[in-house]
């Protein structure tokens, strides 16, 4: 079921599958914000990820000496969520732990998702729940994909990402199956430029310094929004193709995909969260659209 909230400046729809942002319309230039879902590009709009950020060394994680399949990202983005609170500038939509979840991943949870407005503002929150009796440990992240207006394929540039906080930031390289080659790479600037290479390798991860706000800009360096989170690792995305993508994906992660190769239990992954049974953690991004 889909849910729309709106005020003067965002009308915004939401479905219940995956508490998902299908759509964002900025009502002052009658402009859709995000990614439409044409599976031509990218099947998706702005998907939650969880339990995992990512992907699993050959799709598999461990806990206490038993193994579980799980695909890339998790499954909440493709399970029904409850409308809990619904009202004119915000959606609050609830995921609880079942026995389908439990086969893939042996925790009780009790997973929330809340989209706020603030006049030209939009605040995505998730709080995690441990409402087991074990110390449980969980990833989540946001894969939302922002319409970047204005692309002119036979220009080499199709927009830029400001990176606002310090100029110098480490970061991992998708290698093999999704996961990540050991180490990082040196970034040293305040501005990625999107050009039909940028993402030939898959997605550009920035981890342990992040950007305290990204500006998405076009090629004419007009700023189309910006983001701001306290994730402690923040993913840029967009498929690779000879054309220009007309999107580009900012991903706020308390999480990353595995490390080639790694075998260990799944509560030793990097980026892990951890609950003890009766307590929460609660994280949010914020984009401001201009």
Partial sequence: MRYTIENDVLRVVIDSLGAEIVSVTDLRHNR???????????KRHTPILFPIVGALWHGTMRHEGKEYRMSQHGFARDMEFEAVEVNDNSAEFILRSNPDTKEKYPFDFELRIKHSLDKES??????????????????IG?????MLPNIDDNEEVAGYIDLIG???????QI???????????????D???????????????????????VVMCDRNNTPVLTFTSGCPALGIWAPHKEIHAPF??????????DRTGYSGEFKDKEYMNTLLPATSQSGEWTVTFH
């Fill in 122 to 139: 939009l605040t995505t929150k998730w709080t995690v729940s441990n409402i087991g009796a074990e110390e449980m440990h969980f990833q």
């Fill in 175 to 189: 290698e093999s199956e999704g996961c990540v080659a050991p180490g990082n790479i040196p970034f040293q600037g």
């Fill in 166 to 172: 310090t100029d110098r930031y480490n970061l991992t």
């Fill in 248 to 257: 580009v994906c900012i991903e706020p992660w308390w999480g990353r995909t």
């Fill in 142 to 146: 946001g894969h939302p994909a922002y």
């Fill in 191 to 213: 501005r990625l430029i999107i050009t039909h290479d940028t993402f030939r390798n898959d997605a550009i991860i920035f981890e342990q310094v992040c950007p305290k706000e």
């Fill in 32 to 42: 859709e914000c995000v990614w439409t879902g044409n599976a031509e590009w990218w």
